[in-house]
């Protein structure tokens, strides 16, 4: 335990990536063969193991903890150099010292979910029963899934109740499930850009990426790992066509408008004329050099599979019933990824189940993407959320 | 129930205080430490924050966006909403009290709101602006135009107002809908309390509003 330091970036290479997999440049809890995980599949995953860092220190009564919940194409990572890109953490924005979630007052813990590929057990580990890559052999999962390691490595660390779960995206969803699964176990939750089940849209948006991938010869049912060779195409055309949906119109047109990249006037050729098209492809070629295929079709499948109404009997509410956890919600008006609409309904059952709950939607023209960018009032919000949670808890949020 | 038997709060302490408005103390005077309130219209959380230093656990709704995250950020419990769309939403005796401050005046359906407020607590407070005040009489009586005064500055065309009432009027109503009147205070202009031995007409001439405690009639 303890701070984590920062982790000097290697060059980037196919190998580093594979390495990750398996040896993490961060923490790592195994679970033996006494303790599988209990899939909604109705498989037993074992052996598996969960990578993840902490920041900060945790606190006598350990009551400071704080689990941050990532998204889609997150990972451990949130506070430090990305050991593969060498880009700083993902949610600096948020976490680190004098942010609104500082190491000096919580014990910080990120942890890769089952089935990504950052170091925690997914489609791009070993199988131990067949010394092979897993692929399609591994089981599908689920978020009920990744809240269940999740709850295991807490555990395993010692905690009993976190004082806050915080997470946007699939991260929110992670949220969520944490608070209808173990609510005593949460004493506040911060759900940022989420809902409690997956749009139609938005599993629309998640087959398009996923036959993106599979129409990529070099991904061989899922194959790819034995032939020493990666869909780099198809995942990067799957997440061009995802960031699409993590802005909006008007920050798209603010950034790049109809301007041309590097040349005054049409090429008449599909060279990427327009700066947008050259983010674009940015976007895609440095996400397939960190992220693996089959964990990209693995995790979308698990947000398809996300609906906390479905799982109690299709009434919201009751996945809520008498919880004491606080909660604040978060939405961003130029969301259409996970509209407002999508946490006015969460907020909607937890008034109804008589939570306290608070939910600010905040103006921006970012799009989803805007829980991870720099707005100030969704700090502010976060931070006097936490405090607020934390005087109730009774930690001290003074200097020390 | 006549306006006559509406029994008055008995020695409430109501002289404007440096940081909280004379309403807002005599509110939370209505309120037992410990309950569970909601404020519905709670603005910038100023009421709530009052509660919350007695020890009350306070949650809000507020319409709109700026309010809302001013009250989050200060670390109050406040969802965006709407009075009139999203308390249909809140279970019945979710609240020992429901709270609605200077908005009824602003909601489209007061008569359903009220209802809902009893509802959903098992006591309201409600206090709004009274359109009987003298002030407001004498504009329209000699001025000849629609009264307009410092706390509801707002011209007829732009005002949020759309359902003023009289302290007359709102007692019709809820003697109209089986509500009963555990208490009921009229403020002057200066947020004292008009003197409980002057007759009721007095109240609605001279309060500039009126605040009641409220809960559920019996019988029909």
């Known amino acids: ?400 | 129930m006549s306006v006559q038997e509406v029994l008055p709060l008995n020695g409430v302490a109501t002289a404007p205080s440096g940081q909280f408005r004379a309403d807002h103390l005599l509110v939370a005077e209505m309120v037992k430490p410990g309950s569970k309130v909601l404020d519905v219209g709670c603005g910038d959380g100023d009421l709530l924050q009052l509660l919350e230093t007695r020890g009350i656990d306070g949650r809000g709704i507020e319409l709109s966006r700026e309010g809302v995250n001013r009250c989050v950020a200060k670390g109050l419990a406040v969802v965006q909403g709407d009075a009139d769309t999203d308390l249909v939403n809140y279970p019945d005796d979710a609240f020992d009290y429901v709270i609605l401050s200077q908005t009824l005046q602003a909601t489209r359906q007061p008569k359903v709101v009220l209802e809902n407020l009893l509802r959903i607590g098992r006591r309201a407070i409600v206090s709004f602006p009274n359109f009987g005040f003298w002030k407001m009489r004498l504009q329209l009586l000699i001025g000849g135009h629609m009264p307009r005064t410092e706390n509801l500055p707002a011209t007829w065309y732009d005002t949020a107002n759309i359902h003023f009432c009289t302290i007359k009027d709102f007692v019709q109503l809820c003697d109209e809908i089986n509500v009963k009147m555990e208490r009921s205070v009229a403020l002057d202009l200066y947020g004292r309390p008009v003197p409980l031995n002057l007759p009721w007409w007095v109240w609605n001439m001279f309060g500039e509003q009126g605040v009641f405690l409220l809960s559920r009639g019996g019988g029909t």
């Open chain 1, 1 to 400: 335990m303890g701070s984590v330091k920062p982790i000097p970036s290697p060059a980037i290479s196919a190998d580093e990536r594979s390495h990750e997999v398996d040896h993490p440049s961060s923490l790592v809890a195994h679970f033996g063969p006494e303790q599988p995980l209990r899939l909604d599949c109705g498989i037993d995953l074992s052996p598996f193991q969960i990578a993840y860092q902490t920041y900060g220190e945790l606190n006598a009564d350990r009551s400071n903890a704080v689990l941050i919940c990532h998204a889609l194409t997150g990972d451990q990572h949130v506070a430090n150099v990305h050991p593969v890109t060498g880009k700083p953490g993902w949610w600096e924005t948020l976490v680190g010292p004098g942010r609104p979630i500082d190491p000096k007052h919580y014990f910080i813990i990120c942890s890769n979910v089952i089935g990504g590929c950052m170091g925690s057990t997914g489609p791009a580990s070993i199988n131990p029963a067949t010394g092979k890559v897993w692929g399609l052999d591994f089981p599908v999962i689920t978020i009920p899934d990744m809240v269940r390691a999740q709850a295991m490595l807490i555990d395993r660390l010692g905690i009993d109740t976190l004082f806050a779960v915080v997470g946007g995206s699939m991260g929110g969803m992670q949220v969520l499930q944490w608070t209808a699964a173990y609510p005593e176990r949460v004493f506040s939750a911060l759900a940022i850009a989420c809902a409690t089940r997956h749009s139609a849209q938005n599993i629309a948006f998640h087959e398009l990426g996923r036959q993106a991938v599979m129409a990529d010869p070099d991904w061989h049912g899922g194959g790819y790992a034995d032939r020493g060779i990666h869909p780099h195409r198809g995942l990067a055309v799957a997440r061009m066509a995802a960031h699409i949906t993590y802005l909006s119109d008007a920050a798209l047109h603010r950034k790049f408008g109809r301007r041309m990249q590097d040349r005054e006037l049409p090429t008449f050729s599909f060279d990427a004329d327009f700066q947008v098209e050259s983010y674009l492809r940015y976007q895609g070629s440095s996400f397939v050099e960190r992220f693996d295929a089959n964990s990209y079709l693995y995790l979308t499948r698990a947000m398809d599979y996300f609906d906390i109404a479905a799982d109690h009997g299709g009434v919201l509410a009751k996945a809520f019933a008498g919880i004491r956890t606080r909660f604040c919600v978060v939405s961003f008006t130029s969301d259409w990824l996970f509209p407002t609409s999508e946490s006015r309904a969460l907020v909607h059952a937890l008034n109804a189940s008589s939570a306290r709950v608070s939910f600010a939607e905040i103006e921006t023209d970012r799009g989803h993407d805007a829980f991870l960018l720099d707005v100030p009032e969704f700090f502010d919000i976060s931070r006097a959320f936490l405090q607020s949670a934390g005087k109730a808890r009774g930690l001290s949020l003074e200097d020390r």
